[in-house]
């Protein structure tokens, strides 16, 4: 599940960051950063869960 | 001018474009594989100086594949990416340097943190090559 979730991130992350290299609108822009930094912070969660699993 | 070259190798096509297309924009020659086997043909085919290789896969695994490049090729740069399985990224990545990665990369990744990774790898092979 993890594995798929971390992925999926990924996918996410790497389309934002691919459509940033075509330029857009600042407002476009922001929200493509948005959705890096929120794709990232998913990847803390899922991190951060996989710690928690072990321990449980 | 010689290109940098690279062959990437994962079993999830949409990353595989992502990853290739990143690296076409850096500037590198692109090579893609979905697995393991076929990356270690093409590899035989068309050498590069960088490998990325993913570590689940269901055709020849990464750490079996990048234990197989470093032994055949112990110069070659090779990046270990992976999401985990069970046990999680970091302990699949542990195993994947112990083989002979140079670099580990958890996903999610930022596609510029792969190409920075790259860069790094291959600018201190030239460094090195030059002294």
């Given at each position: 599940?993890?594995?798929?979730?971390?992925?999926?991130?990924?996918?996410?992350?790497?389309?934002?960051?691919?459509?940033?290299?075509?330029?857009?609108?600042?407002?476009?822009?922001a929200e493509l950063d948005t959705i890096i930094r929120l794709a990232e912070e998913g990847?803390?969660?899922?991190a951060a869960a996989g710690r928690i699993e072990r321990f449980t | 001018m010689n290109r940098?070259?690279?062959?990437?190798?994962?079993?999830?096509?949409?990353?595989?474009?992502?990853?290739?297309?990143?690296?076409?924009?850096?500037?590198?020659?692109?090579?893609?594989a979905p697995d393991g086997q076929i990356g270690m043909a093409r590899f035989k085919a068309?050498?590069?100086?960088?490998?990325?290789?993913?570590?689940?896969?269901?055709?020849?695994?990464?750490?079996?594949?990048?234990?197989?490049?470093?032994?055949?090729?112990?110069?070659?740069?090779?990046?270990?990416?992976?999401?985990?399985?069970?046990?999680?990224?970091?302990?699949?990545?542990?195993?994947?340097?112990?083989?002979?990665?140079?670099?580990?990369?958890?996903?999610?990744?930022?596609?510029?943190?792969?190409?920075?990774?790259?860069?790094?790898?291959?600018?201190?092979?030239?460094?090195?090559?030059?002294?």
């Amino acid at each position: 599940m993890r594995h798929a979730l971390n992925n999926l991130l990924g996918k996410i992350m790497g389309a934002a960051e691919l459509a940033l290299d075509h330029g857009g609108s600042p407002e476009v822009r922001a929200e493509l950063d948005t959705i890096i930094r929120l794709a990232e912070e998913g990847g803390q969660l899922t991190a951060a869960a996989g710690r928690i699993e072990r321990f449980t | 001018m010689n290109r940098k070259r690279v062959l990437l190798i994962d079993d999830d096509v949409e990353l595989l474009r992502q990853m290739s297309a990143a690296f076409a924009t850096a500037g590198y020659a692109v090579r893609a594989a979905p697995d393991g086997q076929i990356g270690m043909a093409r590899f035989k085919a068309e050498p590069v100086e960088l490998v990325v290789c993913d570590i689940i896969m269901p055709t020849r695994e990464g750490v079996e594949t990048i234990l197989a490049l470093r032994q055949a090729w112990p110069e070659l740069k090779i990046i270990a990416i992976s999401g985990g399985y069970r046990l999680g990224p970091a302990i699949f990545l542990d195993l994947a340097r112990h083989v002979g990665a140079n670099e580990a990369l958890e996903k999610p990744f930022r596609l510029a943190a792969l190409v920075a990774a790259a860069d790094r790898l291959l600018g201190a092979a030239s460094l090195g090559e030059a002294s």
